[in-house]
């Protein structure tokens, strides 16, 4: 969240007139904004995890604010390609979710649809088949839901002493043990499933519960071949969330991203997320193997005719943001005034 000095001088900006001058200029229109969501919460997500929630009022907001300001909401691959071609039409933005969560298609999905907005999922597909909550999401989300307890004896999870639950310092301790043994012991996705629901026992808290939810869950095949068929444009984002720095496992990741994303919805992605936002230059000429056309990052700014077409900026949206912050960044303030720095998007993703 911007501090208050920088949000009265945005207040100062939009009460004189600069924003509508910036969002109606002819820079603006040679630009792209790349909006990034994550998740949009069933219940309290967005309070345990600000960074990569919001919840669906803010986002309904959000998608007010674009309809009545008359951007040019526009589907991913064509708004690349009239970026190149520079025939953007004014006030361009693309919406795009990364990771592909059941609470897109819960949430986001008839919000979207009810607003006629195209949309790009950045799909990662490994639990899309296994239909369990991310494991470090659901652990850290059980953990916030017992903060300010301490629990006598981790034992049941493999963690010796006490649980002392009551910072986030002394939770992320807990989340480090429990990540350090799955690593170690290589276990699959169902395996860590299992430590999920002892971690669940030890904290008291019906697990059967949450998993029937679909709190922290990927979308399933189901409703990805529904969102498909109804034109939600489903794209790369690595089969597990992992960019290995080994060429042959980086491609592979590609490889089996795309082809369980073709064998559910049909289609043949060239767009490409970095997962975490974690990119290196080796990565680049692999995409390029692999002939993905575009990659997105989570560094903040608008996408402009001369952007790598592997490294395009985007703006991550959440229950942080102000929705003046917000519109400084959709009408190209937010950029011109360079508050990249500020708009730290650092996220620390569910690995699968
Ligand atoms: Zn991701």
Not at 322 to 328: G, K, L, R
Request: glycine fraction near 6%; aromatic fraction near 8%; charge should be positive.
């Amino acid at each position: 969240m911007l501090r208050p000095v920088k949000l009265a001088a945005l207040r100062v900006l939009r009460g004189s007139g600069i924003f509508s001058l910036v969002t109606n200029s002819r820079w603006r229109q040679q630009r792209l904004l790349i909006l990034c969501y994550h998740g949009t919460s069933l219940e309290d997500e967005h309070l345990w995890r600000p960074m990569l929630y919001i919840d669906p009022q803010k986002l309904e907001q959000r998608l007010e604010s674009l309809k009545k300001g008359h951007f040019s909401v526009l589907p991913l691959g064509e708004a690349l390609q009239r970026l190149r071609a520079g025939t953007l039409p004014p006030r361009s933005v693309a919406l795009t979710f990364d990771d592909g969560f059941f609470d897109f298609f819960r949430q986001a999905y008839p919000l979207l649809k009810g607003y006629g907005f195209p949309v790009t999922v950045y799909q990662t597909t490994y639990y899309t088949s296994v239909e369990r909550p991310l494991f470090n999401l659901i652990c850290s989300y059980m953990l916030w839901m017992r903060r300010g307890e301490v629990i006598a004896d981790g034992e049941g999870v493999g963690l010796q002493g006490p649980l002392d639950l009551r910072t986030d310092s002394g939770r992320s301790e807990v989340m480090r043990g429990l990540l350090e043994i799955s690593e170690r012991e290589n276990r699959t996705g169902l395996e860590k499933d299992e430590v999920a629901a002892q971690l669940a026992r030890v904290l008291k808290i019906d697990y059967d519960t949450l998993r029937a939810k679909r709190i922290l869950q990927l979308m399933n095949g189901r409703e990805l071949q529904e969102i498909a068929r109804n034109g939600v444009d489903v794209q790369l984002h690595t089969h597990r969330h992992r960019t290995p720095e080994d060429e042959a496992l980086f491609r592979r990741e590609i490889q089996d991203n795309r082809s369980r994303i073709h064998e559910l919805t049909a289609t043949q992605p060239v767009h490409f997320c970095y997962p975490s936002g974690v990119y290196r230059p080796a990565f680049l000429p692999w995409l390029r193997k692999e002939h993905v056309v575009s990659a997105t990052t989570c560094d903040a700014g608008l996408a402009a005719r001369q952007s790598e077409s592997l490294l395009l900026p985007r703006f991550i949206d959440n229950q942080n943001r102000t929705q003046i912050e917000f519109e400084s960044w959709v009408t190209g303030v937010g950029d011109l005034l360079a508050l990249k720095r500020k708009a730290a998007q650092h996220y620390v993703p569910g690995r699968s």
